[in-house]
């Protein structure tokens, strides 16, 4: 049993910062219908940045705050210089301008900070909290940190003329313009927002995954499996979803023999066809219906 | 006669640049492309020859990428699944029944083929963007599935396995090196002909049409399911000999080949070649052979580069180029020849 509850807890763990990027994913999705194959490049590359900081002497909770604030600009920027022009291209296009910002993303890592795997400082105490042995005290502190990152965001969305602006834009474009509504800015808004979480996610997986340019392609691939799970357009499920995928994640791999560590990665294949299959828009999504 | 008066009329013999039509043209870049592709191993050292030998096993599976996206309109950034599928049939084949390399490649194609059919045939109900996210997932998890245990007596697990090079076949004057090439290439020229004929054939409409116009292609008859389903089986078979080829001239196939990152660079020489476009396979096998030379070269001439760094610097390349080509031509460098045509050729 106890193997049981820990093994739960660890999965609440990974899948907190699954939450977290499915959450960027979602952000982006919902506002031009398209899933960012870069964002967890994005994510990866606002670690190194934080690294960068550290290493400079920044105290840790000083390079954490400047770093968001770093990816928040950089995703803005991203979205008016590099998505801007191709606003009404096809959708491969968008796959392709994708792909290649994810490849240029992972080699400007290795590029400007060597391949080599580095160690990333937790903010937490390694000491035990409360001196259980059931969980340690930075997966507490990663579900805790993104707890009340969805928090403020929920709250950014619920309460403010901006928040209630980017989902007008996002909900209804054209309406939006309208009522005056800058549907432009909201989009790069949006970017910035996913690329400031993705960064959030990146800095706490860091120091459980180590710091490297590959780090985050199969967090990504968890962060899309949550997204699905939880459909694609509802950022709370999007949230439940990443949760979901990091205890069925753990649980597989503790339980079931055969899957163990090594078929991880094919468990968030098979889910994410299983649910594209069976209910393409998850748990808490809305099916989208189009007129032809 | 009829059929004659018929083909008169395409504007390809009505056309005209330099005194010839445009089909003569055709012609003639045809044979001087085979002449300069049979001349060309006598000419370059066999470095060399095997990075041509390479391009064209790049080029084969680019084709085949060509053929679901550009052609029938499906995305797949999960290639790099089915040229590991091909490559491995063709590895076991040799390393542990000692089948002779030429029958692995029917083989791996046909296994590709029904793989792909069978991947198909759910990504059916996933419209455009879910089943690039589909064939992401199936691209990221595949190394791993390479890896897994219970396999590990038939890939080798982590460690892969390592094959022999076969020698020209009846005593034929020709380095090893240099016969690889011409099979390759003469496999690639088959291959090449078939997706020429396929695309324009009555099927290869079929295939199109429901790229532009699914609802269209439907009520005009077309099955679409079973025509995208198989179009996915065709396509996979031709990454899936690509993927064979790949690992008889490498001699080698290990999971850490088959990334996510091979994925790209299908995607890549298929943008760059021009996604809708047969030869631009060609082109985009050429472009991700040679770009990394180029790129680590240039970043070499950069005071204070490593060389280790360098070699990183390559996907940054491919990613600009992706990007660039996106907003400058996004039909690729095929599209680009279409457009600057017409500026040229008169009546």
Excluded at chain 1, 27 to 44: K, L, R, T, V
Aim: with cysteine; charged share 10%; hydrophobic share 55%.
């Amino acid at each position: 049993m106890d193997l049981f509850i820990q093994q739960v807890l660890a999965g609440l763990a990974n899948g907190a910062i699954y939450a977290g990027v499915a959450l960027a994913v979602v952000m982006i999705y919902q506002a031009i219908d398209h899933f960012n194959f870069a964002q967890g490049e994005m994510a990866m590359f606002s670690t190194y940045i934080a690294w960068a900081m550290l290493n400079g002497g920044l105290p840790y909770w000083l390079a954490f705050v400047a770093t968001v604030v770093v990816s928040f600009l950089g995703g803005l920027a991203l979205e008016r210089i590099v998505f801007k022009p191709i606003q009404n291209a096809p959708a491969l296009s968008h796959v392709i301008v994708f792909i290649g910002l994810l490849a240029i993303f992972n080699s400007m890592a290795g590029f400007i900070w060597e391949f080599t795997i580095k160690p990333f400082p937790s903010p937490f105490p390694s000491a035990p909290l409360f001196g259980n042995t059931l969980i340690g005290t930075h997966q507490v502190g990663m579900i805790g940190v993104t707890l009340i990152m969805l928090a403020l965001i929920w709250v950014f969305f619920r309460y403010t003329d901006t928040g209630l602006a980017m989902r007008a834009a996002a909900a209804n474009p054209d309406s939006a313009r309208l009522v005056g509504v800058r549907v432009g800015w909201m989009l790069a808004l949006g970017w910035g927002l996913a690329a400031a979480i993705g960064a959030v996610a990146g800095m706490l997986i860091a120091p459980v995954v180590f710091l490297e340019p590959n780090m985050m392609a199969g967090i990504l691939l968890y962060g899309f499996a949550g997204a699905i799970v939880g459909g694609a357009n509802s950022p709370a499920g999007a949230v439940l979803g990443g949760f979901l995928v990091g205890v069925i994640e753990n649980l597989l791999g503790t339980f079931v023999p055969w899957i163990g560590n090594e078929l991880k990665l094919s468990v968030a294949l098979v889910l994410i066809i299983v649910v594209l299959v069976v209910r393409p828009s998850g748990l808490m999504g809305q099916r989208v219906v189009s007129r032809v | 006669m009829a059929n004659d008066a018929q083909a008169r009329r395409e504007p390809a013999d009505v056309l005209h640049f330099a005194g010839l039509t445009l089909r003569q043209w055709r012609w003639l870049w045809l044979a001087l492309g085979l002449a300069t592709a049979a001349a060309l191993p006598w000419t370059v050292s066999n470095f060399t020859v095997f990075q041509f030998t390479q391009v064209l096993v790049y080029a084969i599976a680019i084709l085949g990428l060509n053929l679901l996206t550009g052609f029938n309109g499906q995305f797949s950034l999960g290639h790099s699944a089915f040229y590991a599928i091909g490559a491995y049939t063709a590895a076991i084949l040799m390393f542990h029944l000692k089948v002779p390399y030429f029958w692995t490649l029917p083989l791996a194609g046909v296994i590709c083929l029904f793989a792909g059919f069978l991947f198909g045939l759910p990504a059916l109900r996933l419209e455009g963007l879910y089943l690039a996210l589909a064939t992401f997932a199936l691209a990221v998890a595949t190394p791993q599935l390479l890896k897994y245990k219970a396999v590990e007596h038939w890939t080798g697990g982590v460690q892969g396995l390592t094959l022999k090079k076969p020698s020209p076949p009846f005593d034929l004057p020709l380095s090893k090196d240099q016969w690889l090439y011409y099979f390759t290439l003469l496999v690639g020229l088959l291959l090449f002909w078939c997706a020429w004929n396929l695309v324009h054939s009555r099927t290869g409409r079929a295939i199109q049409a429901i790229r532009d116009n699914p609802i269209a292609a439907r009520t005009m008859g077309i099955n679409t399911a079973m025509y995208k389903s198989w179009t996915f089986g065709v396509s996979a078979f031709y990454t899936g000999v690509a993927g064979a080829l790949g690992a008889i001239i490498i001699q080698f196939v290990a999971p850490d080949s088959f990334t996510f990152f091979l994925a790209v660079l299908f995607l890549v020489g298929s943008v760059v070649g021009g996604i809708v476009s047969i030869p631009g396979a060609i082109f985009g096998g050429i472009f991700v052979t040679f770009i990394p030379n180029i790129s680590e070269e240039l970043a070499t001439q950069i005071p204070g580069v490593a060389e280790e760094a360098a070699k990183g610097l390559t996907w940054t390349v491919y990613g600009l180029f992706l990007i660039l080509i996106i907003y400058v031509a996004p039909a690729g460098l095929a599209g680009l020849l279409r457009m600057l045509l017409p500026r040229f050729v008169r009546r």
